[in-house]
């Protein structure tokens, strides 16, 4: 059963600090990782998307892979309160990113 | 203006009874999924398709069918058979083959089914 592992939360944080968010997936297979937000009663939104070791930087998001451990990152720097929401983990499923499993998200909270 | 639209937003479903759920993109995407996302949980793949006319089984199937006539459309049925099907349905697409390693799949807004 190929699985994704998100830190469990909420995680609470003050505005202006950064926020980490982890995730492990247990399929040695899978190529790309994705991002995404869902704001209560929303639709999950792309936040970014990363298939290199390494980091990946997008204004104030990065996105931090590392394929020997399995794990995959999310820092938001600076946060805001409209950046409280449940952050998404993906990772491709086997050669495609047709099939993705997703973890069960991480609530965020960022207090004013 | 592209993007995903889903209708209905709310939708209620008497048990026994067939509903339908629609999903249209003006994206020009290949491929298109739809997902179910119960409280608390991960999304868990229905059905998807990488081209017109072809679709397959995702991880939860049972209950659901789903066609895929043209580019721009992928409804999905929800059955009598699905016996717990209160849930908060997603419907996605991406490029497909043609986005490779950067393939990326977009949400529509999605359509909350509640069973009375």
């Known amino acids: 059963q190929k699985e994704v592992e998100q830190n469990s939360g909420p995680l609470s944080v003050p505005e202006g600090a950064i926020a980490s968010l982890n995730c492990t997936y247990s399929?040695?297979?899978?190529?790309?990782f994705f991002w995404y937000r869902q704001y209560s009663g929303k639709s999950p939104e792309l936040i970014m998307f990363i298939y290199s070791n390494g980091d990946k930087e997008d204004g104030r998001f990065t996105a931090q892979l590392n394929k020997a451990s399995q794990y995959v990152s999310l820092l938001i720097r600076d946060s805001q309160p409209s950046d409280s929401a449940t952050y998404l983990c993906a990772a491709s499923s086997g050669g495609s990113n047709y099939k993705l499993t997703f973890g069960k998200g991480t609530l965020l909270t960022v207090n004013p | 203006d592209g993007g995903i639209t889903q209708s209905p937003k709310y939708l209620f479903r008497k048990e026994g009874q067939n509903v339908t759920l629609s999903c249209e993109q003006n994206l020009n995407h290949d491929a298109m999924y739809w997902y179910r996302q119960d409280p608390g949980q991960g999304l868990r793949l229905i059905y998807y398709s990488q081209i017109v006319n072809d679709f397959q089984k995702g991880d939860i199937a049972e209950g659901y069918s789903v066609s895929r006539e043209k580019k721009e459309s992928f409804p999905l049925t929800v059955t009598s058979a699905q016996k717990n099907p209160t849930a908060f349905y997603l419907c996605a697409s991406s490029k497909g083959l043609a986005g490779g390693t950067t393939d990326t799949q977009y949400f529509g807004p999605g359509t909350r089914l509640t069973v009375l």
């Open positions: 399929d040695r297979g899978s190529q790309s």
